[in-house]
């Protein structure tokens, strides 16, 4: 079983529309909880942080943590179409190492 | 403000030729430095992170080696490549003290070996 597992899409959504994400993960350990988007060819860049149970907002975008359940998830309201990548959850228990999902890729049509 | 640098973007290569891919960063001293390779819908892989000049852990027993000869210069090194080892390498960075776990990532190195 693969520590971080993440639900693989793809996803195509209408502009507008809310974009939902999802991870899961077995590590209880993990405590450090991150959302990157990476645009095609291009490194991952960060999104979101977040260390506790429960949501943070930034904008459009919201995360939210459920330690209880081991579930994490992001959503992006009123989606663009710049909004269009694959989009990596990470995650880590506070050493060096972080532990990705293999990434959802979301398109949005205008 | 703080800066990756990751060079060259693409590079294709013969097998069993050498290879060195170069990362550095600014705008920040003592960071921790890590090598990932990304395959398609795979995720990301720790290969290599380093703590300081000199130090380096890794992660993956492999066909490559890591180098870090100065505080914000890490070096990803093989002396003859296979096949496999065609991908997608990303570098990244981490402040060492405040934000733990953040890590900040380049633009990325796409190798083809043929």
């Known amino acids: 079983q693969k520590e971080v597992e993440q639900d693989p899409g793809p996803l195509s959504v209408p502009e507008g529309a809310i974009v939902s994400l999802n991870c899961t993960y077995s590590?209880?350990?993990?405590?450090?909880f991150m959302w990157y988007r990476q645009y095609s060819r291009k490194g991952p860049e960060l999104l979101m942080y977040t260390y506790s149970s429960g949501n943070k907002e930034d904008g459009r975008f919201t995360a939210q943590v459920d330690k209880s359940s081991k579930y994490i998830s992001l959503f992006i309201r009123d989606s663009q179409p710049s909004d269009s990548a694959t989009y990596l959850c990470?995650?880590?228990?506070?050493?060096?190492?972080?532990?990705f999902g293999a990434g959802t890729t979301v398109t949005v049509r205008a | 403000s703080q800066t990756i640098h990751q060079w060259p973007a693409t590079l294709v290569q013969p097998v069993g030729s050498p290879l060195s891919l170069e990362c550095t960063v600014e705008g920040t001293s003592n960071p921790n430095l890590y090598w990932y390779r990304q395959a398609a819908g795979r995720g990301l892989q720790l290969l290599f992170y380093s703590v300081g000049i000199g130090q380096i852990s890794s992660e993956v027993p492999q066909n490559l080696s890591a180098s870090r000869p100065q505080d914000r210069q890490f070096i990803l090194s093989s002396k003859k490549l296979l096949l496999s080892d065609s991908g997608f390498y990303l570098c990244a960075w981490e402040n060492s003290g405040r934000a733990k776990n953040i890590q900040y990532f380049g633009a990325g190195t796409r190798l083809s070996v043929l």
């Open positions: 990470a995650m880590s228990a506070g050493d060096y190492k972080l532990s």
């Open positions: 590590n209880s350990a993990f405590q450090y």
